[in-house]
């Protein structure tokens, strides 16, 4: 009965390559979110979709392309993969447009580039 | 700008004691609501309380007490009979109400010692 979870947990990989991050929620919210947390721990969102609409699209490098096919599921694809991309991704889901509405975070997924 | 100042050097706590970390925010937006988070060891981000900007009372969540201080722009929690599972990192939250973003701030490291 997990809330909301993403695959993989772990993703090891070579500079230069593509990957896909998954994540999945089962609370019926209509907004979902990517974060990134670096070494120092500091998190910081990504981007964010309310329904399947992209509605957040932080100062991200366009290798970095959200795909929501719908409001249920939020996936991250990266191309060209950096030795600075390396950092743990959390999916989360909320509410729709409620300030008083938690996000709800998936475990992280711990990307090392090298 | 940081509009989540958590600036607490990583803090030890006898078990069974209170401690309190400090969270001070800065918003022009009347329609708030802050959240703390526990992340431990494992990584997965824990939503541990809530409190919105129009709440009369400071938020109670068990061992979880959030200290509300609107005019201070202050949201200090206090968690109370400290446990060494509470040994984590805490970051304070805060969500605008015209802002579907959470933004977070740096974190505070607590350690729990027996």
């Known amino acids: 009965d997990t809330a909301v979870s993403q695959t993989p947990k772990y993703l090891v990989t070579q500079m230069g390559n593509d990957k896909s991050i998954k994540c999945e929620q089962n609370l019926g919210h209509d907004t979902m979110y990517w974060y990134k947390q670096d070494s120092k721990k500091f998190l910081k969102i990504m981007f964010s979709y309310n329904n399947k609409e992209l509605i957040i699209n932080e100062t991200v490098p366009n290798r970095f392309s959200p795909k929501s096919p719908d409001k249920a599921h939020l996936n991250l694809h990266i191309n060209s993969l950096e030795l600075g991309d390396s950092a743990v991704y959390f999916c989360?889901?909320?509410?729709?447009?409620?300030?008083?509405?938690?996000?709800?975070f998936g475990n992280g997924t711990r990307l090392t580039v090298t | 700008a940081q509009k989540i100042t958590q600036t607490q050097p990583g803090m030890f706590v006898q078990e069974k004691e209170a401690v309190t970390l400090d969270c001070t925010y800065d918003t022009s937006d009347p329609s708030y609501g802050l959240f703390w988070y526990k992340q431990p060891s494992s990584g997965e981000m824990i939503f541990l309380i809530y409190q919105g900007s129009y709440d009369q009372q400071n938020a109670t969540e068990g061992r979880y007490s959030l200290n509300f201080q609107k005019a201070r722009k202050s949201a200090n929690l206090v968690i109370s009979a400290s446990q060494l599972g509470d040994s984590a990192m805490y970051f304070c939250?805060?969500?605008?109400?015209?802002?579907?973003?959470?933004?977070f701030g740096k974190g505070n490291q607590v350690v729990v010692i027996p």
């Open positions: 989360a889901s909320s509410k729709r447009g409620s300030y008083n509405s938690p996000l709800h």
């Open positions: 939250a805060m969500r605008e109400g015209g802002n579907n973003r959470l933004a």
